[in-house]
Nanobody, 126 residues
Framework: QVQLVESGGGLVQPGDSLRLSCAAS??????????AGWFPQAPGKEREFVAA????????YYSDSVKGRFAISRDNADNTVDLQMNSLRPEDTAVYYC?????????????????WGQGTQVTVSS
């Protein structure tokens, strides 16, 4: 059974930083062979793409709303994918989900991800 577990969420003020982490338990697959992504879901809204990374970590992708503020990275030796979030804004408030891609190349569509974590809450408020 594949499991992805997110951590690192919390309550911060505008302009602060947070680092989210997604840990994979590898019982039936090798996480390093697949792309990974982060998808936040704000209250009352659809889940949306913000960041993704190729299986080896060589290429990253970001939505326009977080480009220059967020950075996705991975440590395949530890089976983790992190999301460094800087200059946080109130509109970044959401439950952040980590997802495993179906292939080595990430996309912005949820349809191309097959395993999801339970999410971690990020709240940005003064």
């Amino acid at each position: 059974q594949v499991q992805l577990v997110e951590s690192g969420g919390g309550l911060v003020q505008p302009g602060d930083s947070l680092r989210l982490s997604c840990a994979a338990s590898e019982r039936t697959f090798t996480f390093s062979r697949y792309a990974a992504g982060w998808f936040p879901q704000a209250p009352g809204k659809e889940r949306e793409f913000v960041a993704a990374i190729t299986s080896k970590g060589g290429t990253t992708y970001y939505s326009d709303s977080v480009k220059g503020r967020f950075a996705i990275s991975r440590d395949n030796a530890d089976n983790t994918v992190d999301l460094q979030m800087n200059s946080l804004r109130p509109e970044d408030t959401a439950v952040y989900y980590c997802a495993k891609g179906r292939t080595i190349f990430p996309t912005t569509s949820e349809e191309n991800y097959d395993y999801w974590g339970q999410g971690t809450q990020v709240t940005v408020s003064s």
